[in-house]
Protein backbone atom coordinates (compact mmCIF):
# COMPACT_ATOMS: atom_id res chain seq x y z
CA UNK A 1 0.00 0.00 0.00
CA UNK A 2 1.13 3.52 -1.07
CA UNK A 3 2.49 5.83 1.65
CA UNK A 4 1.44 9.40 1.54
CA UNK A 5 2.94 11.99 3.12
CA UNK A 6 2.48 16.20 3.25
CA UNK A 7 5.30 18.87 2.93
CA UNK A 8 5.46 22.62 4.22
CA UNK A 9 8.01 25.08 2.95
CA UNK A 10 9.25 28.02 2.09
CA UNK A 11 12.09 30.42 0.88
CA UNK A 12 12.66 34.10 1.29
CA UNK A 13 14.54 35.10 -2.11
CA UNK A 14 13.79 37.71 -4.68
CA UNK A 15 12.17 36.48 -7.33
CA UNK A 16 11.63 38.71 -11.08
CA UNK A 17 8.94 36.79 -12.22
CA UNK A 18 6.59 35.62 -9.54
CA UNK A 19 4.02 34.63 -12.75
CA UNK A 20 6.60 32.23 -14.39
CA UNK A 21 7.24 30.35 -10.84
CA UNK A 22 3.46 30.32 -9.91
CA UNK A 23 2.73 28.41 -13.67
CA UNK A 24 6.02 25.93 -13.47
CA UNK A 25 4.58 25.12 -9.64
CA UNK A 26 0.91 23.95 -10.68
CA UNK A 27 2.56 22.10 -13.74
CA UNK A 28 4.78 20.65 -11.38
CA UNK A 29 1.81 19.21 -8.92
CA UNK A 30 -0.34 18.45 -11.72
CA UNK A 31 2.34 16.51 -13.26
CA UNK A 32 2.50 14.25 -9.57
CA UNK A 33 -0.77 14.21 -8.92
CA UNK A 34 -0.28 16.22 -6.00
CA UNK A 35 -3.09 19.07 -4.19
CA UNK A 36 -1.86 22.08 -2.08
CA UNK A 37 -1.72 25.61 -1.53
CA UNK A 38 1.20 27.55 -3.07
CA UNK A 39 1.81 31.50 -3.08
CA UNK A 40 4.34 33.00 -4.93
CA UNK A 41 5.74 36.87 -4.68
CA UNK A 42 8.52 39.01 -5.28
CA UNK A 43 9.59 37.92 -2.18
CA UNK A 44 9.59 34.24 -2.00
CA UNK A 45 7.44 31.40 -2.14
CA UNK A 46 4.96 29.93 0.53
CA UNK A 47 3.16 26.51 0.31
CA UNK A 48 2.26 23.35 1.43
CA UNK A 49 1.11 20.07 -1.04
CA UNK A 50 0.45 16.33 -0.65
CA UNK A 51 0.43 12.73 -2.03
CA UNK A 52 2.04 9.62 -2.72
CA UNK A 53 5.45 9.84 -1.07
CA UNK A 54 7.38 9.20 -3.84
CA UNK A 55 5.74 12.26 -5.73
CA UNK A 56 6.37 14.25 -2.98
CA UNK A 57 9.64 13.51 -3.18
CA UNK A 58 9.86 14.35 -6.80
CA UNK A 59 8.15 17.00 -6.72
CA UNK A 60 10.23 18.65 -3.75
CA UNK A 61 13.48 17.78 -5.44
CA UNK A 62 12.35 19.58 -9.01
CA UNK A 63 11.25 22.78 -7.26
CA UNK A 64 15.22 22.60 -5.19
CA UNK A 65 16.42 22.36 -8.66
CA UNK A 66 15.72 25.97 -9.33
CA UNK A 67 18.48 27.96 -7.69
CA UNK A 68 17.13 30.25 -5.78
CA UNK A 69 15.20 27.64 -3.95
CA UNK A 70 18.34 25.13 -3.46
CA UNK A 71 17.76 26.04 0.38
CA UNK A 72 13.76 25.68 0.84
CA UNK A 73 13.05 24.69 4.11
CA UNK A 74 11.28 21.54 4.00
CA UNK A 75 9.13 19.80 6.99
CA UNK A 76 6.88 16.51 6.45
CA UNK A 77 3.97 15.71 8.00
CA UNK A 78 1.52 12.42 8.07
CA UNK A 79 -1.31 13.56 5.72
CA UNK A 80 -2.05 13.21 1.58
CA UNK A 81 -3.74 14.83 -0.98
CA UNK A 82 -7.00 14.17 -0.25
CA UNK A 83 -6.51 17.21 2.88
CA UNK A 84 -6.69 19.75 0.32
CA UNK A 85 -9.91 20.20 -1.95
CA UNK A 86 -7.67 21.04 -4.88
CA UNK A 87 -4.24 22.54 -6.20
CA UNK A 88 -4.02 26.31 -5.43
CA UNK A 89 -1.58 28.30 -6.63
CA UNK A 90 -1.38 32.06 -6.61
CA UNK A 91 0.56 35.39 -6.83
CA UNK A 92 0.55 37.63 -4.35
CA UNK A 93 2.44 40.89 -2.66
CA UNK A 94 3.28 38.88 0.24
CA UNK A 95 3.74 35.14 0.84
CA UNK A 96 2.53 36.00 4.30
CA UNK A 97 0.18 38.73 5.16
CA UNK A 98 1.18 41.19 7.49
CA UNK A 99 0.21 44.01 5.27
CA UNK A 100 3.80 45.16 5.61
CA UNK A 101 5.59 44.69 1.72
CA UNK A 102 7.72 48.08 2.48
CA UNK A 103 9.16 47.29 5.28
CA UNK A 104 10.52 43.94 4.18
CA UNK A 105 14.14 43.67 2.89
CA UNK A 106 14.47 40.02 0.88
CA UNK A 107 17.74 39.72 -0.65
CA UNK A 108 19.95 36.00 -1.52
CA UNK A 109 20.26 35.03 1.45
CA UNK A 110 16.32 35.97 2.91
CA UNK A 111 14.69 38.11 5.45
CA UNK A 112 17.33 40.43 6.48
CA UNK A 113 16.81 42.65 10.03
CA UNK A 114 14.94 39.41 11.33
CA UNK A 115 15.39 37.93 14.75
CA UNK A 116 18.27 35.22 15.40
CA UNK A 117 17.15 31.92 14.53
CA UNK A 118 17.73 29.26 16.69
CA UNK A 119 17.35 25.69 16.55
CA UNK A 120 15.15 23.85 19.11
CA UNK A 121 18.08 22.97 20.78
CA UNK A 122 19.45 26.36 21.10
CA UNK A 123 16.14 27.23 22.54
CA UNK A 124 16.60 25.24 25.83
CA UNK A 125 20.16 26.28 25.94
CA UNK A 126 18.75 29.98 25.99
CA UNK A 127 16.10 28.72 28.71
CA UNK A 128 18.31 27.09 30.96
CA UNK A 129 20.97 30.05 30.51
CA UNK A 130 18.91 32.76 31.42
CA UNK A 131 17.14 30.91 34.22
CA UNK A 132 20.16 30.15 36.00
CA UNK A 133 20.77 33.82 36.27
CA UNK A 134 17.33 34.94 36.97
CA UNK A 135 15.83 35.54 33.97
CA UNK A 136 12.96 34.44 32.41
CA UNK A 137 12.78 34.02 28.11
CA UNK A 138 9.42 35.42 27.07
CA UNK A 139 7.80 32.92 24.15
CA UNK A 140 5.99 35.04 21.65
CA UNK A 141 3.08 33.57 19.27
CA UNK A 142 3.19 34.65 15.98
CA UNK A 143 -0.04 33.17 14.85
CA UNK A 144 -3.52 33.95 14.72
CA UNK A 145 -4.96 33.84 18.84
CA UNK A 146 -7.31 30.78 17.89
CA UNK A 147 -4.50 28.62 16.99
CA UNK A 148 -3.38 28.74 20.46
CA UNK A 149 -6.70 27.49 21.80
CA UNK A 150 -5.26 23.93 20.81
CA UNK A 151 -1.47 24.58 21.70
CA UNK A 152 1.21 26.78 22.71
CA UNK A 153 4.68 27.00 24.24
CA UNK A 154 4.33 26.84 28.19
CA UNK A 155 3.36 30.61 29.63
CA UNK A 156 3.96 32.07 25.94
CA UNK A 157 2.27 35.51 25.37
CA UNK A 158 -0.51 35.23 22.84
CA UNK A 159 -1.56 38.37 21.06
CA UNK A 160 -5.03 38.77 20.64
CA UNK A 161 -4.71 39.14 16.86
CA UNK A 162 -7.97 37.24 14.11
CA UNK A 163 -5.54 37.79 11.36
CA UNK A 164 -1.86 37.72 10.19
CA UNK A 165 -2.40 41.68 9.46
CA UNK A 166 -3.47 42.42 13.11
CA UNK A 167 -0.11 42.24 14.29
CA UNK A 168 1.52 45.70 13.19
CA UNK A 169 -1.85 46.82 14.76
CA UNK A 170 -0.80 45.03 17.67
CA UNK A 171 3.42 45.82 18.23
CA UNK A 172 2.33 49.59 17.88
CA UNK A 173 -0.19 49.87 20.63
CA UNK A 174 2.21 49.82 23.36
CA UNK A 175 1.23 47.08 24.38
CA UNK A 176 4.23 44.61 24.68
CA UNK A 177 6.85 47.87 25.12
CA UNK A 178 7.51 46.26 29.11
CA UNK A 179 9.21 42.89 26.72
CA UNK A 180 11.64 45.31 24.71
CA UNK A 181 14.70 44.82 26.95
CA UNK A 182 13.66 40.74 27.51
CA UNK A 183 15.18 38.20 25.43
CA UNK A 184 11.99 37.24 23.19
CA UNK A 185 11.51 34.16 20.80
CA UNK A 186 9.05 34.25 18.40
CA UNK A 187 7.58 30.75 17.13
CA UNK A 188 4.90 29.81 14.40
CA UNK A 189 4.05 26.66 12.72
CA UNK A 190 6.57 26.26 10.21
CA UNK A 191 8.55 29.33 11.08
CA UNK A 192 7.71 31.53 8.11
CA UNK A 193 5.55 34.12 9.90
CA UNK A 194 8.46 34.85 12.37
CA UNK A 195 10.91 35.48 9.72
CA UNK A 196 8.63 38.65 8.89
CA UNK A 197 7.17 38.95 12.69
CA UNK A 198 10.54 39.34 14.31
CA UNK A 199 11.99 41.68 11.68
CA UNK A 200 9.09 43.83 12.17
CA UNK A 201 9.74 43.70 16.12
CA UNK A 202 14.02 44.26 15.79
CA UNK A 203 12.54 47.39 13.96
CA UNK A 204 10.12 48.64 16.68
CA UNK A 205 12.75 48.40 19.39
CA UNK A 206 12.60 45.23 20.88
CA UNK A 207 16.37 44.37 21.55
CA UNK A 208 16.72 40.90 21.75
CA UNK A 209 14.80 39.41 19.66
CA UNK A 210 15.22 35.21 18.29
CA UNK A 211 13.31 32.97 16.20
CA UNK A 212 12.60 29.70 16.55
CA UNK A 213 14.01 27.85 12.93
CA UNK A 214 11.73 24.99 11.33
CA UNK A 215 8.53 26.61 14.07
CA UNK A 216 6.49 24.49 16.05
CA UNK A 217 7.17 21.58 13.48
CA UNK A 218 10.18 21.39 13.76
CA UNK A 219 10.54 21.55 17.83
CA UNK A 220 7.82 18.81 17.47
CA UNK A 221 10.04 16.40 15.45
CA UNK A 222 12.88 17.01 18.05
CA UNK A 223 11.26 16.91 21.17
CA UNK A 224 7.39 15.57 20.64
CA UNK A 225 5.81 16.34 23.91
CA UNK A 226 8.80 16.02 25.97
CA UNK A 227 10.13 19.89 25.91
CA UNK A 228 7.99 23.22 26.28
CA UNK A 229 5.48 22.35 23.78
CA UNK A 230 2.11 21.50 25.46
CA UNK A 231 -0.78 20.73 23.17
CA UNK A 232 -1.68 20.20 19.34
CA UNK A 233 -0.67 22.41 16.64
CA UNK A 234 -3.16 23.90 14.07
CA UNK A 235 -3.03 23.68 10.68
CA UNK A 236 -4.35 25.06 7.85
CA UNK A 237 -6.01 22.13 5.54
CA UNK A 238 -8.62 19.18 6.13
CA UNK A 239 -6.44 17.75 9.28
CA UNK A 240 -7.38 20.67 11.27
CA UNK A 241 -4.69 19.61 13.81
CA UNK A 242 -1.52 17.72 14.51
CA UNK A 243 -0.24 15.55 17.46
CA UNK A 244 3.42 15.13 17.63
CA UNK A 245 2.73 12.17 19.87
CA UNK A 246 -0.12 9.86 21.52
CA UNK A 247 1.20 11.40 25.04
CA UNK A 248 0.42 15.05 24.23
CA UNK A 249 -2.29 16.66 26.16
CA UNK A 250 -5.87 18.41 24.94
CA UNK A 251 -5.33 22.00 26.40
CA UNK A 252 -8.48 23.22 24.28
CA UNK A 253 -11.83 23.36 25.68
CA UNK A 254 -15.49 23.18 24.32
CA UNK A 255 -17.06 26.55 24.22
CA UNK A 256 -20.57 24.68 24.88
CA UNK A 257 -19.33 22.31 28.29
CA UNK A 258 -15.48 23.02 28.54
CA UNK A 259 -14.98 19.53 27.95
CA UNK A 260 -11.10 18.88 26.92
CA UNK A 261 -11.16 18.95 23.01
CA UNK A 262 -9.12 19.66 20.08
CA UNK A 263 -11.26 19.92 17.10
CA UNK A 264 -12.66 23.14 15.68
CA UNK A 265 -15.77 23.47 14.34
CA UNK A 266 -17.33 26.20 11.71
CA UNK A 267 -19.75 28.11 12.95
CA UNK A 268 -23.83 26.88 11.83
CA UNK A 269 -24.30 29.68 9.40
CA UNK A 270 -22.76 28.15 6.34
CA UNK A 271 -21.67 31.80 4.94
CA UNK A 272 -19.53 32.64 8.12
CA UNK A 273 -15.92 31.04 8.38
CA UNK A 274 -15.62 31.58 12.19
CA UNK A 275 -13.82 28.42 14.05
CA UNK A 276 -14.55 27.48 17.48
CA UNK A 277 -13.88 24.54 19.93
CA UNK A 278 -16.64 21.90 20.58
CA UNK A 279 -16.81 18.51 21.69
CA UNK A 280 -18.47 16.03 19.17
CA UNK A 281 -21.88 16.61 21.72
CA UNK A 282 -22.05 20.17 21.60
CA UNK A 283 -20.33 20.00 17.76
CA UNK A 284 -24.52 18.35 16.88
CA UNK A 285 -26.24 21.27 18.20
CA UNK A 286 -26.90 23.74 15.92
CA UNK A 287 -27.84 26.74 18.40
CA UNK A 288 -24.47 26.18 20.14
CA UNK A 289 -22.66 26.35 16.82
CA UNK A 290 -24.07 29.92 15.81
CA UNK A 291 -20.90 32.13 16.94
CA UNK A 292 -22.32 35.44 19.15
CA UNK A 293 -21.64 37.28 15.79
CA UNK A 294 -24.69 35.45 13.98
CA UNK A 295 -26.62 35.11 16.84
CA UNK A 296 -26.60 38.90 17.21
CA UNK A 297 -27.40 39.35 13.57
CA UNK A 298 -30.48 37.48 14.37
CA UNK A 299 -29.80 33.95 12.56
CA UNK A 300 -31.58 30.75 13.90
CA UNK A 301 -30.33 27.68 13.59
CA UNK A 302 -33.30 26.65 11.17
CA UNK A 303 -32.07 29.55 8.76
CA UNK A 304 -28.43 28.69 9.34
CA UNK A 305 -29.25 24.69 8.26
CA UNK A 306 -30.99 25.94 5.50
CA UNK A 307 -28.62 28.34 4.18
CA UNK A 308 -26.00 25.53 4.46
Known amino acids: MAQHRIVLFYSFTPLPDPEAIRLWQRTLLEKWGLRGRILVSKDGINGTAGGEI ?7 KATREYP ?20 SVKVRREIVSFGAPGELVVTEDGVQGGGRHLTPEQVHDLVDARRAVGQDVVFFDGRNAFEAQIGKFRDAVVPQVETTHDFIRELDSGKYDGLKDQPVVTY ?3 GIRCEVLSALMVKRG ?3 VYQLQGGIVRYGE ?4 RGLWEGSLYVFDRRMHLEFTPESVTVGRCV ?17 RKLRLFCPECAGDDSLRLCPD ?3 SGHSPVEASATA
Open 222 to 225: QYGD
Open 294 to 296: CYA
Open 54 to 60: SAVKQYV
Open 206 to 208: FRE
Open 68 to 87: AFHRLDVKWSAGSAEDFPRI
Open 188 to 190: CTG
Open 256 to 272: GCEAPTNKFENCATASC
